[in-house]
């Protein structure tokens, strides 16, 4: 992930990751208020984790986190999907 750069480039690269991890949690903070489901707010929450790992240097932790994050966001499209599916809408 980012443990490869030094100097300008990681605190570049640490930004633009900051920056896209604060556009996924917005995203997923929409999809907690329309559904209500609790996995959501479980993946804004490890996501900002992450993100304190990445300040920290703490890379492999912020990959594991953000590894469970998009795993709990997944299963709750793999249900959606599977809604979907049943009604006959996909």
Same mark, same amino acid.
Do not use: P, W
């Given at each position: 992930?980012? #443990?490869? *750069? %030094?100097?300008?480039?990681?605190?570049?690269? +640490?930004?633009?990751? #900051?920056?896209?991890?604060?556009?996924?949690?917005? +995203?997923?903070?929409?999809?907690?208020?329309?559904?209500? #489901?609790?996995?959501?707010?479980?993946?804004?929450?490890?996501?900002? +984790?992450?993100?304190?790992?990445? #300040?920290?240097?703490?890379?492999? %932790?912020?990959?594991?986190?953000?590894? +469970?994050?998009?795993? *709990?966001?997944?299963?709750?499209?793999? %249900?959606?999907?599977?809604?979907?599916?049943? %009604?006959?809408?996909?």
């Amino acid at each position: 992930m980012l #443990s490869g *750069l %030094k100097d300008d480039q990681l605190f570049g690269a +640490e930004k633009i990751m #900051s920056s896209f991890l604060d556009a996924l949690t917005g +995203e997923i903070e929409i999809a907690y208020n329309v559904t209500g #489901s609790r996995s959501f707010r479980e993946a804004s929450l490890k996501i900002v +984790e992450a993100q304190g790992r990445i #300040s920290l240097h703490e890379y492999s %932790k912020a990959n594991r986190l953000l590894s +469970e994050a998009l795993s *709990l966001i997944t299963t709750c499209g793999q %249900k959606a999907t599977q809604l979907l599916m049943e %009604k006959g809408y996909l």
